[in-house]
């Protein structure tokens, strides 16, 4: 069974451009989470998806930030204008359902600002 | 609030030697834990999880130790290996929600 997909794995954006990034989660999952990570930190949640519908954005920032999980194709988080502080890897997960078990990690995609 | 932390930033040990790695957590509401292994240029890999209503849970070479009276959390890999080499994570998981708090994280760096 294929993991969690994320594309692009790096992804470089000049201040002002807008950032895509792509999360496949495994097969049967229909939960999302997203991830972002500075270097030499712990992971700090954005929002948790499930298709179609945000059920917690309460660590995506208001601004420039938005996430959907359509009903057919990845989850998408996208990033307006970006600025250099965007500069992280994020990291989506799943899980089959909510509640007390694991989420399971894609490999992240690395966002560069230049 | 929320806050994970470690009290090991950085872990050396002997190929052969079994690791201790803590983590201590702040909300006693959470009933769910989990760590994990980060290596290099990957996301985060499960290692093993334990619900608020045990104490002890074993894997393969892992065992995680949670108590609760010091919110304290611990993962002992036996016969550490060079192969476990990696940053380890511990996460929590509040009652209510589905989001995961991480500590900052342990690096472990195993010598041969």
């Known amino acids: 069974n294929a993991g969690v997909m994320q594309n692009p794995r790096h992804l470089v954006r000049r201040r002002g451009q807008e950032a895509r990034l792509r999360c496949s989660p495994m097969?049967?999952?229909?939960?999302v989470y997203w991830y972002r990570q500075l270097p030499e930190e712990g992971l700090k949640f954005m929002v948790y998806l499930q298709k179609e519908n945000i059920i917690d954005e309460s660590g995506m920032p208001k601004e420039r930030f938005s996430a959907e999980f359509p009903k057919e194709g990845p989850s998408i988080l996208r990033i307006q204008q970006v600025v250099r502080g965007d500069s992280a890897a994020y990291f989506c997960a799943s899980s089959p359902t909510p509640g007390n078990q694991p989420q399971h990690f894609g490999d992240g995609t690395r966002l560069s600002i230049l | 609030g929320e806050n994970v932390g470690l009290h090991l930033p950085t872990l050396s040990v002997q190929e052969g030697d079994n690791s201790i790695i803590n983590c201590a957590y702040s909300n006693s509401a959470s009933d769910y834990f989990i760590w994990y292994k980060q290596e290099s240029g990957k996301g985060p890999q499960f290692i093993i999880d334990i619900r608020s209503n045990m104490d002890k849970r074993q894997g393969q070479r892992v065992t995680v130790l949670l108590n609760k009276t010091v919110k304290h959390l611990s993962l002992q890999i036996a016969a550490t290996q060079p192969g476990d080499s990696a940053v380890y994570f511990c996460?929590?998981?509040?009652?209510?929600?589905?989001?995961?708090?991480f500590g900052a994280g342990t690096i472990l760096r195993v010598k041969s």
């Open positions: 097969k049967g999952h229909s939960h």
């Open positions: 996460a929590e998981k509040p009652e209510y929600g589905n989001k995961l708090v």
